[in-house]
């Protein structure tokens, strides 16, 4: 019985929460930052277009500082650019 009587306090706490946390905020007043403000030229600024060209990050294994052995080579030329490339010569045969 007292299972019972706890899963239903907290039932009735958890839906009181969802209700009334709906209604924080004011829902009559817009947000000032969500506003769009005028350009110079007199455009709002939803309508400005930005460039949307796909750039690609090609990495590139320059072979200035390596490390490795006949099996693999570990390519460490661009470690100040968040990476390193690690080449692997061996065979899959266990």
Known sequence: MRHDSFTRLLCVFLGSCLLLGGCAG???EPDESAVPESSESGQAASESHRDSTPVVLVPEASGQVTYG???ATLDASHTSEG???VRYDGTADP
Do not use: F, Q, V
Request: glycine residues 22%.
């Open 69 to 71: 052995n006949d099996r």
């Open 83 to 85: 990476y390193l490339m």
């Open 26 to 28: 004011g829902a009559g």
